[in-house]
């Protein structure tokens, strides 16, 4: 709370879901924890018997769960995501809904609200006038005032209570001497003491406003509302610092809850980890070692990069096919709109591949023509995501524009144009790219995940950033961008979330029923981590 001097200040801009404010807000956090967060996981004690329950997930039998603790881990949950919101994203505020203007909802309000406004009209105008709601009013509005007062604030709360004593103008209107204007004004005056600068003019219009005592009542409630909204938003940015000094650990606390009020609540990360593992061991070169039945196996993947790659999962996810991991719900806004600027990156970088492998010298080295065919390209396949986009009609356009603006280009430094048959192929490559399986894009595709990989496991890469691989250099700023957004997110969750993760891997790891046939490769003696 403010104290009797201050005022909260102006809470104007609404919580923003642009992942670029959210990638600048997480950097201060970011840059003296990205090298940490990796070093710390991997020293971690792997194959170690950890027995806490932020260990691992739970391996008790189901049981049968009441409809209490699902509202409680619901409510658990609703917190951990409102805790996380406002670390992470210094844009966060709490604004009044607004309903749609045709909405049942907001014509069920505008009904119930002008029922009573006149109702209060019809009492005040009754001979002898009736005060029994402009008295339920008054109460109402002298509980909000104290609701803005620090403890400290005594004098003013003595006066409040004294000006509006209850008692006391029951007394009043009952002799039919109560004056509702007056004590309106005094209320006025005394949101004018409380408010932010920025309901200065609102206050202002009051003291210049009509007498009807009903639109007073009206403009009272609705900036006492707004009021009540700066109010949040200013113990929300005082609560912010503490919250971040301690955000790993109560994360963390919070989460812990949930698990061990909902055991099934690592489902979907265990298996999202699962998918991860049994890609890389794929890929893993056997051993020399040979197990006791004499048959080689797989070499084991580190834990780092069997998270890392699960993280670059989350970026080429499938949201229509599968829930995210419960450790990744708090972010899903964010890694969505990260999940969005990369389909945008890689098909831009796809476009200028092509261009510049099909033209070639004639119009290299030309970084004005490279960012403008950049632009172009990426203002023509804005919202390629929609399920309603025709990425064949975009990149249709884009071929034609790109067509253009290189002849406008070659002419220009008196180069002959591209030849009928040249256009037309670009064409075709460029339109091609709506295949999953073309070339280009595949290729692409896979120098981003390497290129996202080397950005994870980088230490400090968020201050120093992995040059990009060739063929993506034309669109290197925007991917660097990216990458530090999305690393700062990964590590920031891996701090709060690596013991879970941790848990998870020994138990798919080094317990009896493995994922994959290889895994009985480990260790037979360290059995699988299970929390209490």
């Not at 606390?253 to 990360?269: G, M, W």
């Not at 989350?314 to 990260?338: A, C, G, M, Y």
């Not at 990426?378 to 995501?385: A, D, K, Q, W």
């Amino acid at each position: 709370m403010p104290l009797n001097d201050e005022r909260p200040t102006s809470t104007s801009a609404a919580a923003s879901e642009d992942q670029g404010s959210d990638g600048e807000s997480m950097l201060s956090r970011c840059d003296s924890t990205n090298s940490a967060s990796d070093l710390d996981y991997s020293r971690q004690s792997f194959t170690s018997d950890c027995s806490s329950k932020q260990s691992s997930p739970s391996s008790s039998p189901p049981k049968t769960i009441t409809l209490d603790e699902v509202m409680t881990t619901a409510r658990d949950l609703s917190n951990l995501n409102l805790a996380h919101e406002i670390i992470v994203n210094h844009s966060f505020q709490v604004e009044q809904p607004n309903l749609p203007e045709n909405s049942l909802e907001k014509r069920v309000r505008d009904m119930v609200h002008k029922a009573f406004w006149d109702s209060l009209e019809a009492e005040l105008n009754d001979e002898p006038a009736e005060y029994e709601h402009a008295i339920k009013l008054l109460e109402e509005i002298r509980e909000i005032l104290l609701s803005f007062l620090n403890p400290g604030a005594n004098r003013l709360r003595t006066q409040i209570l004294e000006v509006l004593d209850m008692d006391l103008i029951r007394q009043q209107a009952d002799k039919e001497v109560v004056d509702i204007q007056g004590l309106a004004s005094y209320i006025i005056s005394i949101m004018g003491k409380l408010c932010a600068p920025i309901r200065d003019d609102e206050i202002k219009k009051f003291q210049e406003g009509s007498c009807n005592i009903v639109q007073m009542f009206k403009d009272i409630f609705r900036v006492l509302d707004l009021m009540k909204m700066d109010m949040v938003n200013f113990t929300i940015q005082n609560l912010r610092p503490e919250l971040q000094k301690q955000s790993v650990e109560f994360e963390r606390a919070k989460f812990q809850t949930i698990l061990d009020k909902t055991p099934s609540a690592l489902d979907h990360t265990t298996s999202w980890i699962k998918s991860a593992l049994e890609e890389l061991m794929l890929s893993m070169p056997p051993t020399a070692q040979t197990s006791s039945q004499g048959k080689g196996g797989n070499a084991l993947p580190g834990p780092l990069l069997v998270i890392n790659t699960g993280f670059i999962h989350i970026l080429f996810w499938n949201h229509q096919k599968s829930p995210l991991p419960e450790t990744l719900v708090t972010d899903e806004v964010r890694l969505r709109e990260l999940q969005r600027r990369l389909q945008l990156l890689q098909t831009v970088a796809s476009v200028l591949l092509i261009v510049y492998s099909a033209v070639g010298g004639a119009v290299s080295g030309l970084p004005a023509l490279a960012d403008r065919l950049k632009r172009m390209t990426s203002i023509l396949l804005e919202g390629m995501h929609s399920l309603h986009f025709n990425l064949e009609e975009a990149l249709e356009g884009v071929s034609r524009q790109i067509c253009c603006e290189l002849n406008k280009s070659l002419t220009k430094r008196n180069y002959l144009a591209l030849p009928v048959a040249l256009q037309a192929t670009l064409k075709g490559q460029i339109c091609a790219l709506t295949q999953e399986s073309n070339p280009i894009r595949t290729l692409v595709e896979g120098r981003v995940q390497e290129y996202l990989q080397v950005f994870l496991s980088t230490p400090n890469s968020n201050v120093n950033p992995p040059s990009v691989p060739t063929g993506l250099s034309a669109v290197e700023p925007e991917f660097t961008a990216l990458g530090v957004s999305f690393v700062c997110l990964v590590n920031y969750n891996k701090q709060v979330y690596g013991p879970f993760y941790t848990g998870i891997l020994k138990s798919l790891l080094f317990s009896k029923t493995s994922p994959h046939p290889s895994f009985s490769s480990g260790p037979p003696s360290d059995p699988p981590v299970t929390s209490s």
